[in-house]
């Protein structure tokens, strides 16, 4: 897999986003006429952690004989939202003197990009996890991107009424703004920051290829600072995390699903491990009754709502069955996914 990173500057905000662009292997047939996908991480998380998926959706693209041309896989990007990763890194200074950015200023950059001369002209399935599936759905809900041919939403947060008080969904945001708010400002050494995942949940068992991937590209030695100076530090400061995790644009975003349906077909993937999105918040997201009619539902195995870090290749597989079944025209039973959720 052949990769490039490129950064673009915002009009409105006057922010900068890193995004990877990723192709086929050089010995792999070029394929101008089909899709290009686009990936949206989830809180805490940055660009690389999709690339274990992007790899195994390129091997499948290539192994397969019965993709028609235009749903083959041209190219791929990977999006580090303005205030994650290596956006954070550029964007640090502006940061600074900036409250936590918010789901729906991440969704102005993705809708930003859909509609640059980056993607111009290509026909798109942009894919999110967790946060960003809200911030995607925010993005193209009320915007026209005639080339957009589907959704595609891992572990989707968004928060559909109805809404009581206390619920769950919003309660577990607030746990999540203590929870990183309390956290480690650093570690001394690379070394000690691996040794704490590899003891401690979620990260003890996320795919060892997505571990490295964060290692090596969530985190930042400091060189500048005399109060953190040689300690690794997240790209992302928990200042700017919080902001992801406020309940306000989930609810936005909740409120939109039904429009974001009637415009696009929308697919959503859940993991076998009911965490963060309970089986009651599955069935609310995907209420035919109330108009959010998905397109397809599917279960990714051996996983929970970290299912892009759990098991990436298994995410890789959801994804290209609805590519598939978007090429052969059929579709997975939607009530038999349904009786799995």
Not at 129 to 148: E, F, G, Q, V
């Amino acid at each position: 897999m052949l990769s490039e990173t490129l950064v673009f500057r915002l009009p409105d905000s006057g922010l900068s986003a890193s995004a990877n662009r990723y192709g086929p292997a050089k010995d792999a047939i070029s394929n101008d006429a089909g899709v290009t996908l686009v990936f949206a991480h989830c809180s805490s998380a940055h660009k690389e952690l999709w690339e274990p998926t992007i790899s195994r959706l390129f091997d499948l693209c290539a192994a397969s004989n019965t993709l028609s041309p235009q749903w083959r896989i041209r190219e791929a990007w990977s999006l580090d939202a303005q205030s994650h990763g290596d956006s954070a890194i550029i964007n640090h200074l502006a940061l600074a003197d900036r409250q936590a950015l918010s789901i729906r200023e991440y969704a102005s950059m993705l809708n930003f990009f859909v509609t640059s001369k980056f993607v111009d002209g290509k026909d798109i399935i942009v894919v999110g996890h967790s946060a960003s599936t809200s911030a995607w759905t925010i993005a193209c809900a009320d915007t026209t991107i005639p080339r957009l041919r589907a959704l595609i939403f891992v572990e989707p947060v968004m928060v559909v009424p109805p809404i009581p008080d206390g619920d769950p969904r919003i309660m577990a945001g607030d746990t999540n703004v203590i929870g990183v708010l309390a956290r480690s400002e650093g570690w001394d050494s690379y070394a000690s920051l691996r040794r704490m995942f590899k003891k401690r949940y979620p990260w003890k068992v996320w795919d060892e290829r997505v571990l490295q991937a964060h290692l090596k590209h969530g985190f930042v030695e400091v060189t500048g600072s005399a109060a953190h100076r040689g300690r690794v530090m997240p790209k992302c400061l928990k200042t700017q995390e919080v902001g992801f995790y406020y309940a306000d644009d989930h609810v936005l975003a909740g409120k939109l699903v039904e429009k974001l349906c009637a415009l696009y077909p929308v697919h959503s993937v859940f993991g076998e491990r009911p965490e963060m999105v309970s089986l009651e918040s599955r069935k609310l997201i995907c209420d035919v009754n109330e108009g959010r009619v998905m397109a397809s539902l599917s279960v990714v195995p051996r996983c929970g709502h970290l299912a892009v870090q759990e098991n990436p290749d298994g995410v890789a597989e959801a994804i290209f069955k609805i590519i598939s079944s978007s090429s052969s025209g059929t579709l997975g039973k939607r009530s038999l996914a349904m009786a799995h959720l």
